[in-house]
Each structure stands twice: as structure tokens, then as C-alpha cells.
């Protein structure tokens, strides 16, 4: 009887913040692992912070002394320049990184121009996806954010992995006083908090390892009792 293939895993890696080329090699490592590549494609989304050039060569400098083939894919591009569609470049990867920066923006444009539906199509297909800060707020259903002017707010993500998130727990004042009382108030649903240098690897929507690259950086969960949030830190995975 012929064996039938196996149904990828989708797997997605976030941190909550300050992710570097220690981060990277966790990502490659996992996708040499789910798929026997030796030497991943790593697609790099500067999308958040508007295709920054400087944040593209950070993500070549990175990438640096890893095996590993960097990619970077931006989105302020046009017709003649950009002869490959979407769905060529999103699904002919092994990974793909968002970047940190603004995930409003990020939002608007990923779904303006179809990107959200092929990242969906990507993630199925077991093309792991991943990012920090914002890059690792964008998979949930929503979450804390600093996108817009004065003050922190709530901003709605991709809904590939349910309930809310928070990145920057430890390091941004404010972050961990307002992602409280949303989740208090019922205006946010439960969901995680990470510091920064700390993450989480989902399989499926399933915390499978929870991941520090700093030493102290935690992850939390928190979820709402009654009209209390309450925040209860994760076990690192060994």
C-alpha cells in the first residue's frame, strides 16, 4: 500500500522584540529540520517600515555567516521593475521574516495588494513565517500596538493564530500596565506577552517551544478573571 505524503506543519516563530542573527539561526535550524533543506531561502518583509534600506542591509548583515540564502521582497515597487508575481516569490521560499515598524501600515498594504491571502497560502503549506515585534504581532487576531499617534492602541492582525499579543512586555513603558486591562476589560482576548529576546514557536496554533535568546527575557500568558488580568510566565523549553 502506497504511503501517503504527510500534510505540512505550519509553523510560525515570533519574538517580542530585538531579534538578531542568534534569532535567525533558531529559524533556519527549525526549517532544516521540517524540510532537509541545508541551506533555507529566507525571505525577508520590510513592509512595516516602509522597505527601509537600511533595514534591508541590517537583514544581509544578520544573515551573515549563516547557511542560509537571504532574499528581501519589497512592496514599493512597480510593474516594470517587478516581473515576478506575489504568489512566485511568497511560495518559492523556505521562510519568511516580517519585519518589525509599523503594523497598521504593514496591514493595509499586505491586503491592498493580495499578500495577506498568499502569507495564509504560505503558512498551509508549511513555509515557516515568523518576526518580531511587529513582525510576530501580525500573525494573531489582534493585539497592542504603537502605530498611531499619542498613544498605544489596539490593532487587528491576520488571525492565523487566535487570541492577542503584546510584544516589547519588558521593555517599552506602558506596554505591560495597557495590555493588562485590555485583556482586563474584555477588549482584548487572552493571549501572550513576550519580552524582548524572548518568543514562542507555534505548530499549527499549538505553543510548541517557548524560546529566550536573552538571559531573563520571559513570555507570558495572560488571560481575564473575572475583571483582572491575570499573567502567568511560561516555562522556557530546554
Given at each position: 500500500m502506497a504511503?501517503?505524503?504527510s500534510?505540512?506543519?505550519?509553523r510560525?516563530?515570533?519574538?517580542?522584540?530585538n531579534?538578531?542573527?542568534?534569532w535567525?539561526?533558531?529559524?533556519?535550524?527549525?526549517?532544516?529540520?521540517?524540510?532537509?533543506r541545508?541551506?533555507?531561502?529566507?525571505?525577508?518583509?520590510?513592509?512595516?517600515?516602509?522597505?527601509?534600506?537600511?533595514?534591508?542591509?541590517?537583514?544581509?548583515?544578520?544573515?551573515a555567516?549563516?547557511?542560509?540564502?537571504?532574499?528581501?521582497?519589497?512592496?514599493?515597487?512597480?510593474s516594470?521593475?517587478?516581473?515576478?508575481?506575489?504568489?512566485?516569490?511568497?511560495?518559492?521560499?523556505?521562510g519568511?521574516v516580517?519585519?518589525?515598524g509599523?503594523?497598521?501600515?504593514?496591514q493595509?498594504?499586505?491586503?491592498?495588494?493580495?499578500?495577506d491571502?498568499l502569507?495564509?497560502?504560505?503558512?498551509?503549506?508549511?513555509?515557516?513565517?515568523?518576526?518580531?515585534?511587529?513582525?510576530?504581532?501580525?500573525?494573531?487576531?489582534?493585539?497592542?500596538?504603537d502605530?498611531?499617534?499619542?498613544?498605544?492602541?489596539?490593532?487587528?492582525?491576520?488571525?492565523?493564530?487566535?487570541?492577542?499579543?503584546c510584544?516589547?512586555?519588558?521593555?517599552?513603558?506602558?506596554?505591560?500596565?495597557?495590555?493588562?486591562?485590555?485583556?482586563?476589560?474584555?477588549?482584548?482576548?487572552?493571549?501572550?506577552?513576550?519580552?524582548?529576546?524572548?518568543?514562542?514557536?507555534?505548530?499549527?496554533?499549538?505553543?510548541?517551544?517557548?524560546?529566550?535568546v536573552?538571559?531573563?527575557?520571559?513570555?507570558?500568558?495572560?488571560?481575564?478573571?473575572?475583571?483582572?488580568?491575570?499573567?502567568?510566565a511560561?516555562?522556557?523549553?530546554?
Amino acid at each position: 500500500m502506497a504511503t501517503l505524503p504527510s500534510k505540512p506543519v505550519p509553523r510560525i516563530l515570533i519574538s517580542g522584540g530585538n531579534y538578531d542573527a542568534r534569532w535567525i539561526a533558531r529559524m533556519a535550524a527549525l526549517i532544516v529540520a521540517a524540510t532537509g533543506r541545508k541551506r533555507p531561502r529566507l525571505l525577508y518583509l520590510p513592509t512595516a517600515v516602509g522597505d527601509d534600506p537600511a533595514a534591508c542591509l541590517r537583514w544581509y548583515e544578520r544573515c551573515a555567516g549563516l547557511d542560509v540564502e537571504p532574499l528581501v521582497q519589497r512592496v514599493f515597487i512597480d510593474s516594470l521593475t517587478q516581473t515576478r508575481s506575489w504568489a512566485e516569490v511568497l511560495l518559492g521560499v523556505d521562510g519568511i521574516v516580517a519585519s518589525g515598524g509599523n503594523t497598521l501600515n504593514q496591514q493595509a498594504i499586505w491586503r491592498a495588494q493580495g499578500i495577506d491571502r498568499l502569507l495564509r497560502q504560505a503558512w498551509q503549506r508549511g513555509i515557516v513565517l515568523g518576526g518580531a515585534s511587529a513582525g510576530g504581532l501580525c500573525w494573531f487576531d489582534s493585539g497592542s500596538t504603537d502605530s498611531r499617534p499619542q498613544r498605544l492602541s489596539i490593532v487587528q492582525g491576520l488571525g492565523f493564530l487566535k487570541g492577542s499579543h503584546c510584544p516589547h512586555y519588558d521593555s517599552e513603558p506602558g506596554r505591560r500596565p495597557q495590555y493588562q486591562r485590555l485583556v482586563a476589560s474584555g477588549e482584548l482576548p487572552a493571549g501572550y506577552a513576550c519580552d524582548d529576546g524572548a518568543g514562542l514557536l507555534f505548530e499549527g496554533r499549538r505553543v510548541a517551544q517557548v524560546i529566550a535568546v536573552e538571559a531573563g527575557a520571559r513570555v507570558y500568558r495572560v488571560t481575564r478573571r473575572g475583571e483582572h488580568a491575570v499573567e502567568r510566565a511560561l516555562p522556557v523549553s530546554a
